[in-house]
């Protein structure tokens, strides 16, 4: 394994803004962790209205939606979580992802990356393949249950074996920031911008909900216009997208109509089937 050197939290800090930096109540860099998510879950929570934030130079165990396993080799990506506690948890807490995915989307193409696109409900995408996944998970310790934890695993520059894995059940191919950008920005910059954009999301969604990210998240749509299946517990919903709903619902036109999906795995309707 490379010895990946640690990315200083005081140069983060310089670069995050006086805003979101005076919302921050902790920021930490550890060269390894099982998970930034498990990690912030073990932790007492922030106090109301404040953002506690952990970044891991390696994960050994990270994870995924539905207990799905995040690899990320050394030194290829980028694993961070902030943990944040509402004062009272917003209606429709589950479109926090959502919103979540249209920030950090925004600012990646800020920093100049091209082709981006966003998969319901939780994955980052560029040039049809799969950049990213986010991961939110409420925090049972502390506050009375109303605290967060938000997760992202982010391919900065992967190795060649990761761009030619098998493919997903619902994409031919891995990608990374590399592959869609003219040159990386710095590390600490990249971590800032990511970091700010999860702060002053989080912070507006607290506000006003889903409602500002819902347009942005559509700008943003991979699915939409292609037919899709939606494998969930108990049954498997196929139909064409069309877009999501003003509370982060995917909406799938069916033979039987139009179904509003709240949970569930996407999947090629042909398992291996080219996207197009």
Request: hydrophobic share 45%.
């Amino acid at each position: 394994m490379p010895i990946v050197a640690m990315t200083d939290p005081d140069d983060i800090l310089q670069r995050i803004g006086s805003e979101a930096r005076a919302s921050l109540e902790l920021l930490e860099v550890f060269p390894e962790l099982e998970s930034t998510n498990t990690w912030l879950l073990q932790q007492a929570s922030p106090s109301r209205g404040r953002f506690r934030a952990v970044i891991a130079e390696h994960q050994t165990a990270g994870r995924g939606r539905s207990d799905k396993i995040w690899l990320s080799p050394s030194g290829s990506g980028l694993c961070l979580s902030l943990a944040y506690t509402f004062a009272e948890l917003p209606r429709h807490l589950p479109s926090l992802t959502l919103a979540i995915g249209a920030a950090i989307a925004t600012a990646l193409e800020n920093l100049g990356a091209k082709d981006l696109a966003l998969k319901w409900p939780n994955d980052l995408m560029a040039q049809d393949g799969k950049l990213g996944g986010i991961l939110t998970e409420l925090q049972s310790k502390g506050e009375g249950g109303r605290a967060v934890v938000v997760g992202l695993g982010l391919n900065v520059d992967l190795p060649d074996r990761m761009r030619y894995m098998p493919p997903a059940s619902w994409t031919s191919k891995f990608t990374d920031l590399a592959a869609c950008l003219p040159e990386l920005p710095e590390r600490a910059a990249l971590i800032a911008a990511v970091i700010r954009s999860i702060v002053e999301c989080i912070e507006r969604f607290a506000r006003e909900g889903f409602g500002h990210f819902h347009s942005i998240w559509q700008r943003y749509d991979w699915l939409k216009g292609r037919r899709w299946s939606v494998q969930q517990a108990q049954r498997r919903i196929t139909g064409v997208a069309e877009g999501i709903d003003e509370e982060g619902a995917l909406l799938l036109r069916t033979n039987a109509g139009l179904e509003r999906v709240i949970s569930g795995s996407i999947e090629l309707p042909a398992y291996g089937a080219a996207i197009g």
